[in-house]
């Protein structure tokens, strides 16, 4: 399987007197797409976040590529390459979709903002990913749909040559057809070479679109298994207990 | 060979905007659609400047004349600083109570560093405009830093701006101003010639950023405005501007003398509405500025300086309202406590929004300053033609501000609707 483009191993975070992570093995492969599901407050979030640079962690190794690095803060990750689109979207509804994806690292030619090549770039971007559903990249963003918005969003975090694009839910506000058309924007992600992290509650999109599934429990990494070796039943059970059969936490159960 | 090839790929790399075509048909079709979606941009404010300025020309000849014309455009000058300065804030979704005081700080600074101190013009000026970025620096620290609310921050500089102007003027005597070269910026004019130079540099240069814009985007093969619309608007530029500068070059003296020219101000208004579009348009600071009045977490996500851009926008507030101040100095050739006072905010604050600029931030554009200034100065100036009290004045601009306030709610409402 070579190796993976992140790993972590062993990390742990607390936040006070509560320990979320709990050491946390974890690991993503490029041109997969591995769903990270867990119940509300299995600790997806923080791990996110630690991944992202938003949070630091206590202690554990952070891989990239087989090499250990040190992300800090969002603007070490985002150096990696490493972009999170979050569930509430990033994104400026007065501004139209150029200028969303170009916000914050605009291009320019001396002091004026070059919106010809920006415009060109997010046309191409798009383009790449067989997004067909806006009709001008010109479009202000609140003209949009709530599907259109995540694809939006998705080509942003792309467009900065990320090797690892982090989903957080987002078919979560979604209606049926445009459900999948995201999920066919996030399968097209890993199948053009991108490491792609899902997190959802939908089980249905986790087996529609996930190579590899990682069940949280309780701040613990209960299993990580590929999508085809288990059935629905098993994952829900991994979710909400931490173990299914042979898999998951052993030495809980064996107190219990 | 390699063109060809270059000509076929092109469509190919632009799927998403391939299918628009660039036809005066589906621009005007997209116009629209625009405007049904609540994106009404100018056209409410060049609307009514229209209907206001039939009504007032039927009610009273007089209001078509060269010298009401001149008039207008000076009276309504002070009121298109201060509210240029007003967009930048509104577009963050904040408000400048003070901009009106703030003003008159910076013009009674202007006037003790002419007659008392004796500095030259240009040093007075620097001192007024230092003021004013030294007070929008205080007023954005005040909201960006500690974090209170614009609202109560510029409303305790209302109050606290009127007394120093009070303190700065001795408790209420007026300095005049004799600088000619500050009277001359309401006062004197421009001479015909000068007056042609300018209308063809206004002209030339839009109609060249116009066409450099097609021709670029054209060669990029990226869609652009159909070529007729670009003709039509630099076409409807140069009506404008000639017929104005024509007019103004009438010799409007009412009784002996000569008095025409394109007045002095008016050059000034129109670089620095230059200036500031430009910065709004094309500048990352402005594209910033937007992003933060659009959604402050996404901008903040996006590792934009929000404190940063948040207090700029304020002293670029409070020093337009210093240019303001200068140029109320100059219409009145004196300062004096009320300079800045009573309906200047209010009235600025109208015209940014007459024009167009939402109170909720994320819209607007310099422009709208300009065009809602005019429609505010009309409205006076007209109002004054047919004899109106000043208590229906004030009634009437209070019902066209709310009117405009208005249209901003439910086009706004109408925009989260059609989504």
Redesign the interface.
């Known amino acids: 399987m070579g190796t993976p483009l992140l790993e972590l191993r062993g990390i742990n975070k607390s936040f006070g007197p509560v320990q979320v992570l709990r050491n946390v093995d974890f690991s993503v492969h490029p041109g997969e797409v591995t769903a990270l599901v867990g119940d509300n407050g299995a600790g997806k979030s923080t791990l996110v976040k630690c991944i992202g640079g938003i949070y630091s962690t206590d202690s554990g190794e952070y891989l990239m590529d087989g090499k250990p690095v040190h992300v800090h803060s969002?603007?070490d990750a985002a150096h990696l390459g490493v972009e999170i689109v979050?569930q509430?979207?990033?994104?400026?509804?007065?501004?139209d979709i150029v200028?969303n994806m170009f916000?914050?690292?605009?291009r320019?030619s001396g002091?004026?903002?070059d919106e010809?090549s920006m415009?060109?770039l997010a046309?191409?971007t798009?383009?790449g990913l067989s997004?067909?559903t806006?009709?001008?990249?010109?479009q202000?963003v609140?003209?949009?749909?709530g599907g259109q918005r995540q694809t939006v969003a998705i080509a942003k975090a792309v467009l900065w040559n990320s090797k690892l694009v982090i989903l957080d839910e987002p078919t979560a506000a979604l209606g049926v057809a445009q459900t999948a058309q995201v999920l066919e924007l996030v399968r097209r992600l890993a199948d053009n070479g991108l490491a792609v992290v899902l997190i959802s509650h939908n089980m249905n999109d986790v087996f529609a679109v996930s190579d590899r599934i990682a069940a949280l429990y309780l701040g613990q990494m209960a299993a990580q298994v590929k999508t085809t070796d288990v059935t629905h039943a098993q994952v829900v059970e991994l979710i909400t207990s931490g173990r299914s059969g042979s898999l998951g936490l052993v030495e809980e159960g064996a107190v219990a | 060979m390699s063109a060809v090839t270059a000509t076929s790929n092109a469509p190919?790399?632009?799927?998403?905007?391939a299918?628009?075509k660039a036809g005066v048909w589906s621009y005007a079709k997209d116009y629209g659609r625009r405007l049904r979606?609540g994106?009404l941009g100018s056209l409410p404010a060049v609307g009514g400047l229209v209907v206001l300025c039939l009504v007032f020309a039927i009610a009273r000849p007089r209001f078509f004349t060269p010298i009401n014309f001149a008039n207008l455009l000076t009276q309504a000058a002070p009121l298109m600083m201060i509210a240029m300065g007003l967009v930048f804030v509104l577009l963050l979704g904040e408000i400048d109570l003070s901009a009106g005081f703030a003003s008159g700080v910076c013009a009674a600074v202007l006037a003790k560093a002419l007659a008392e101190w004796g500095m030259p013009w240009y040093v007075a000026i620097l001192m007024a405009i230092a003021t004013g970025i030294v007070i929008g620096a205080i007023i954005g620290f005040l909201v960006a830093k500690i974090g209170i609310p614009s609202f109560v921050v510029t409303l305790a500089g209302f109050l606290v701006f009127q007394g120093v102007v009070l303190t700065l003027l001795k408790e209420g005597t007026n300095i005049s101003i004799r600088d000619t070269v500050i009277l001359g910026i309401q006062k004197s004019t421009m001479s015909e010639a000068m007056g042609w130079a300018f209308a063809a540099i206004v002209i030339l240069g839009y109609a060249a950023v116009q066409l450099y814009s097609l021709v670029?985007?054209r060669k990029?093969g990226?869609?652009t405005v159909p070529w007729q619309i670009v003709a039509l608007r630099v076409g409807g530029l140069a009506a404008l501007t000639i017929y104005a500068v024509d007019t103004l070059n009438v010799n409007r003296a009412v009784a002996l003398g000569d008095l025409r020219g394109v007045p002095n101000v008016v050059p000034v208004i129109a670089s620095i509405l230059v200036i500031w579009t430009f910065v709004l348009r094309?500048?990352?600071f402005g594209?910033?500025i937007?992003?933060v009045?659009?959604?402050r977490?996404?901008?903040r996500?996006?590792?934009?300086n929000v404190d940063l851009i948040r207090i700029s926008a304020f002293v670029i507030c409070s020093a337009m309202a210093a240019v303001g101040g200068i140029v109320a100095a100059s219409e009145a050739a004196s300062v004096d406590p009320n300079t800045g006072g009573s309906t200047v905010l209010l009235y600025a604050v109208g015209a940014a929004v007459i024009g167009g600029t939402s109170l909720f931030g994320?819209?607007g554009r310099v422009i709208d300053a300009v065009l809602g200034a005019l429609v505010i100065a009309v409205i006076i100036n007209g109002m004054g033609l047919v004899d109106w009290k000043a208590g229906v004045k004030f009634i009437i601009t209070g019902g066209v501000l709310l009117l405009a306030a208005g249209v901003d709610a439910l086009t706004r409402r109408r925009?989260?609707a059609?989504?």
């Open positions: 969002p603007r979050y509430d979207l990033a994104l400026c509804d007065n501004l200028q916000l914050g690292r605009e320019r002091i004026i903002l010809p415009e060109e046309a191409k798009l383009a997004v067909r806006v009709k001008s990249v010109r202000l609140s003209s949009l749909s | 190919a790399e632009q799927a998403p905007v299918e628009e979606g994106e670029n985007r990029r990226l869609v094309r500048t990352k594209r910033h937007y992003a009045g659009g959604n977490e996404a901008a996500r996006a590792g934009i994320g819209k925009a989260a059609s989504r």
